[in-house]
């Protein structure tokens, strides 16, 4: 039995005397009969909490950011009507699930054999799966002097996803994409691409593409226009090691890396291409396969990616190379989002980059720290020089990394995290552009 603030009021006014407040509640109730027996018919006429039935609607999935909403109904299966106040408890807004206490509150009042319905709203904070926890119901009887309590487990949970706040620039990379496509403009012959139509010559075409045997059969001269090749094999590749969990401003690395890895897995397959993804450090922790659909990969993509957190562990380089190798046919894009630090590239990925480049093209994507040239930049005092000479080290050696790959044949992208993601769009493209995808 749970006493309600109305009996302790009543005994702060003077209706009970002194000795209700004793410990034991036995003690109390023995100490005023008529209110004892009062307290005791109110309990017994409040709702029961066990009979109570529960099912839950609404959102499964929320994008990062973004408002999810959870109806809970609540259905009276006893002969009483039913006084009560609810919790539906979620994660506080301190922890992931982010459930205001107040939005998870709910006052009910429902008749013998009713249902009534209420909506938790819940404000992520956090990527993963967040699972509802118990659902608390406190019932009163009709005096508001006791009051019945109990507990249900109704599961239910919603998947956050991450916000792919990079699609602002889907648009003008799709209108780039057209262009390679050749609806828009010309292309040039590379090895990447193949015959498209013929056109007649302007000035400033390429006399290698001329179809002479086209030409021969009309009166003017006849061009060959060429297109990117489709259903190119593209593997993208996070590394979820420990230097993926290093925050630039207010966002982790593997955050950044996952939002470059939603644009260019919406741009690529939109160009035809095939998109596969390897979440990876000592052993795989995502898999996308197979997914050939534009929007059937994103959605894979998006929500392989929900639920994975950096690992405090040193990745493996060799086995990420193993995976890499074992997950994407020859000749086939491989996108790293990995570090461009010192000693993980020159002890852990330059001894397995040969068995890479030898096979396919390698792409690696970096997120860069805009506080390292802001450190190169400072000037006026004794700390700030000191600061200007720390960045300006940290930027040699940033540079000498990337030169290092370069030279073994990698693409480098390195980026602020609110630029990564158009940057490696673009160095696709570029790779469309240039015909070696």
């Given at each position: 039995?749970?006493l309600?603030?109305?009996t302790?009021?009543l005994?702060?006014l ?7 407040l004793a410990?034991?509640?036995t ?15 109110d309990?017994a006429l ?20 973004d408002?999810?909403k ?6 009276n299966g006893s ?8 919790r ?9 699930a982010?459930a205001e ?10 008749l ?28 009163f ?9 109990g ?11 991450p ?8 648009p003008s990379?799709?209108a780039r994409?057209?262009?390679l ?21 302007v ?20 061009v ?8 190119r094999?593209?593997l ?19 955050d ?39 929007g ?19 990745t ?12 994407a ?7 790293l ?23 396919h093209?390698?792409?690696?994507a ?20 000191y600061?200007a ?20 044949g990698v693409?480098v ?5 609110d ?6 769009a ?12």
């Open positions: 039995m749970a309600t603030g109305r302790a009021l005994a702060a003077g209706s009970l005397p002194v000795g209700i410990p034991s509640w003690g109390m109730l023995a100490v005023n009969a008529p209110l004892s027996l009062a307290i005791l018919c309990y409040a709702a029961p909490v066990r009979t109570l039935r529960f099912t839950r609607t609404g959102d499964t999935t929320v994008r990062l950011g408002v999810a959870v109806q809970l109904t609540v259905t002969r009483r009507r039913l006084r009560a106040q609810l539906d408890a979620w994660p506080p807004s301190s922890r992931p982010g206490p107040s939005a998870s509150r709910h006052t009910l009042t429902i013998a054999g009713e249902r009534s319905r209420v909506t938790t709203v819940l404000h992520p904070t956090r990527r993963g799966d967040r699972k509802a926890e118990r659902v608390t119901v406190r019932s009887g009709p005096l508001g002097l006791a009051a019945r309590q507990h249900h487990h109704v599961p239910w949970t919603v998947r956050v996803l916000p792919f706040t990079s699609r602002k620039h889907l990379k799709l994409l057209r262009e496509d050749g609806r828009t403009s010309v292309l040039t012959r590379g090895e990447g691409t193949e015959f498209d139509s013929l056109r007649e010559y000035a400033g075409d390429d006399t290698r593409n001329i179809d002479w045997r086209a030409t021969a059969r009309q009166s003017a001269l006849a060959r226009t060429w297109r990117p090749e489709r259903d094999h593209i993208i590749v996070l590394d979820t090691g420990r230097t993926s969990a290093g925050r630039v401003g207010d966002v982790p690395r593997l950044a890396a996952m939002d470059a890895t939603l644009l260019l897995t919406a741009l690529a397959t939109r160009a035809g291409d095939r998109v596969n993804l390897l979440a990876y450090d000592r052993r795989v922790r995502a898999r996308v396969q197979g997914r050939t659909a534009s059937d990969a994103l959605a894979s993509v998006i929500n392989a990616m929900a639920s994975l957190e950096p690992e405090l562990v040193e493996d380089a060799r086995g990420l190379s193993t995976e890499a190798l074992t997950n046919p020859r000749g086939s894009l491989i996108v989002l990995t570090t461009l630090e010192a000693a993980p590239i020159e002890e852990g990925l330059l001894p397995v980059l040969p068995q890479l480049t030898q096979r093209t390698v792409l690696l970096a997120v860069s720290d805009p506080r390292i040239k802001e450190m190169a930049a400072s000037r006026g005092t004794v700390d700030a020089v600061e000479a720390a960045g300006a080290q940290a930027e040699a050696e940033r540079r000498r990394t990337a030169e290092a790959l370069q030279r073994r693409v992208v390195d980026a602020t995290p630029r990564l993601a158009p940057a490696l673009d160095a696709y493209l570029a790779l469309k552009t240039a015909g070696r995808l």
